[in-house]
């Protein structure tokens, strides 16, 4: 098939589709008195204290409650979701959540089987939940930093990492002199190292660049060439992406003012210098919008951020840039609801998940939505697993002869499991 007709079959390249969401509990209280009558219904008189926690009465009983300030990381399998914040106190659990008004969870939404999971763990989860970083590095979830209540009071420069396969976290025992201890700071994995630019106290915001060794676990504390009047604003909340030689800076700014992207601030791995990089703008639209709190994925040479917030208003918008031309594009594609402090992840393929955020300023009101968009066309190899999976809802519950005597790899039916 053509790339032409290829780029025709496929209509959802560019669209958002819902996967899942909640109405808020603040939006009705039909929907409320429903669940206290569903928990009503599992009392038993041998045990008249039951207490049911709120999450756990939501639809399906099994779906991320709404929440902010999380980070999320995907693989061909699955989007795992940690942490978050949550200042309602119902939504977030009620007193059935000891670590309220925060999240110390880890969720995974399975792809082929549409459904969420939280996930069980062993070992030392983080107490930092909120605004930490996070990367998947194979079956390992590395998450470094974030704060904890209060907010810039508790704040971590820890790296905990989890492996996902085997479900159990560990404390990665480092030498050299660590990061402060900050939060909302952004991190990509290069060659084997784990590098960590900006974040804050909560008091003071950083223009530090740090590198971890993942082999030696060793950190460094960067120090470009620059005269310090060209080092990249002080910054917390944005993202960063790479090309193997440079460090990419996405936005973030500090709680007054959100930084544009006309500019970018790039970090040369080989010269040890910043670099200031003019992008080009689209035609007749411009430039994205100047704002933090936004995610950003990127797919080979290109980049693409949605949502955050501006100074002034939520934003809904989905750009990209290529790190080759530096050209802007903005996409068709407008998120269902604006949000910031939300997360996103993009698989293997090229599909973005999107989940959670702040959604209404006045109302402080947050989302446990999860959309998905394609951003680049996918291969006939996804379309027609997607069609499948569309066809044949119950297609994980076969067994493994069952499913290679249908004709599957081994590879999709591990995606199956």
Not at 289 to 308: M, N, P, T, Y
Not at 314 to 320: C, G, T, V
Request: aromatic share 12%; charged share 20%.
């Amino acid at each position: 098939m053509s790339s032409p007709e290829h780029g025709e079959t496929f209509s959802q390249l560019n669209k958002f589709e819902k996967l899942s969401w909640r109405p808020s509990i603040r939006d009705s209280a039909t929907k409320k008195r429903a669940r206290w009558f569903q928990a009503r219904r599992i009392f038993s008189p041998s045990c008249p204290n039951l207490r049911i926690p709120n999450r756990f009465l939501r639809e399906g009983h099994c779906i991320p409650p709404a929440r902010s300030g999380h980070r999320c990381v995907a693989d061909s399998t699955n989007l795992y979701v940690f942490g978050g914040y949550n200042p309602d106190f119902d939504e977030a659990g009620g007193s059935e959540n000891e670590d309220y008004p925060l999240f110390r969870e880890l969720w995974r939404y399975h792809f082929a089987t549409a459904s969420w999971q939280q996930v069980r763990t062993e070992g030392y989860m983080p107490t930092e939940l909120a605004s930490m970083s996070a990367v998947l590095h194979g079956n390992n979830l590395l998450v470094f930093g974030g704060t904890g209540i209060p907010f810039g009071e508790n704040n971590g420069n820890d790296v905990h990492v989890c492996n996902v396969q085997y479900k159990r976290w560990n404390l990665l025992s480092c030498r050299g002199k660590k990061p402060n201890k900050i939060y909302g700071q952004a991190m990509v994995i290069i060659n084997g190292y784990l590098y960590v630019f900006g974040g804050t106290t909560g008091y003071l915001y950083s223009t530090d660049l740090h590198r971890l060794d993942l082999t030696t676990r060793e950190w460094t504390h960067i120090k470009p060439n620059n005269v310090p009047s060209d080092l990249p604003e002080e910054r917390y909340r944005h993202e960063l992406a790479h090309d193997g030689q440079r460090i990419y800076i996405f936005g973030g700014g500090t709680s007054w003012t959100s930084y544009p992207l006309d500019k970018i601030h790039a970090y040369n791995l080989e010269t040890n210098y910043w670099e200031d990089i003019m992008t080009k703008p689209q035609e007749k639209i411009g430039y994205p919008a100047a704002r933090r709190c936004h995610s950003c994925v990127q797919v080979k040479e290109e980049v693409f951020i949605c949502g955050g917030y501006n100074g002034e208003r939520i934003l809904s918008d989905l750009w990209k840039i290529n790190l080759q031309t530096f050209q802007w594009t903005k996409l068709p594609a407008i998120m269902p609801e604006p949000a910031y402090f939300h997360c996103a992840a993009v698989t293997p393929a090229g599909c973005m998940y999107v989940h959670g955020g702040v959604v209404n300023m006045s109302g402080n009101r947050r989302t446990g939505s999860l959309y998905k968009v394609w951003l680049v066309v996918p291969s006939l190899l996804e379309m027609t697993w997607e069609k499948l999976l569309k066809t044949f809802p119950h297609l994980s519950q076969l067994s493994t002869l069952q499913l290679l005597s249908l004709g599957l790899t081994h590879t999709l039916i591990q995606r199956l499991k």
